[in-house]
């Protein structure tokens, strides 16, 4: 009976889990009902914030024989939009509105990186590379995402400035399917010699 009980409870949390992650998959849009942080407040506030939940993240777990010989990392690294880490603060409905927006620009921007550490992984990855040249493309492709989203923040105005926000996310948007095979299911094709 404790093995069933112990399952039912593994299962229920995955399913609480998955229900909390939003996965990129370039047709979900997020939507302020996905700000689901204590903190989130709409009206009787004087300044603006957004705390956009969207990660970057690259885990994985091998022996030094599977890593010697595996290539693909693509799905070891993920892009995700945590639903309970997420906030608004806003003054009104429709700050709130470009607030979500630039959440969204950000979460685009996120799957931008991560195909771009995706195809860098996969292209400097040799046989016999020491694991310790992940951690230096990591460090690179993070300051060049910082870097994006830093200029995206001010020559939006945090996405007030729909115009100009319009822009930058279908450059992004177009940027993304320039890494077809780097998707996280995605099976890049063998180089040839």
């Known amino acids: 009976m404790k093995k069933i009980i112990t399952i039912v409870f593994l299962l229920f949390a995955f399913q609480i889990d998955a229900q909390n992650n939003i996965e990129w998959d370039g047709k979900y849009q ?14 009787d506030v004087k300044i603006n914030s957004i705390h956009n939940a969207s990660s ?46 630039f959440a969204q620009y950000e979460f685009d921007l996120a799957e931008l990186y991560a195909r771009k550490l995706r195809k860098e992984i996969y292209d400097k990855k040799g046989t016999f590379s020491d694991v310790s040249f992940l951690q230096l493309i990591y460090n690179t492709i993070e300051k060049q995402y910082t870097d994006e989203h830093a200029t995206a923040s001010k020559i939006t105005d ?18 993304i399917q320039e890494y077809p095979d780097f998707c996280k299911s995605c099976k890049p094709p063998k180089k040839k010699s």
Not at 30 to 43: K, R
Not at 58 to 86: G, H, L, P, W, Y
Not at 158 to 175: A, F, H, P, S
């Open 56 to 101: 970057l993240d690259f885990a994985f777990q091998m022996s030094n024989i599977e890593f010697m010989f595996t290539k693909n990392f693509n799905s070891k690294v993920s892009c995700t939009f945590k639903r309970d880490a997420a906030s608004i603060i806003a003054t009104d409905n429709n700050t709130a509105n470009y607030l979500v927006n």
């Open 30 to 43: 997020l939507q302020l009902s996905d700000f689901q942080s204590g903190a989130t407040q709409i009206g």
């Open 158 to 175: 945090l996405g007030q400035n729909e115009k100009k926000l319009l822009e930058i996310r279908t450059d992004v948007l177009k940027r």
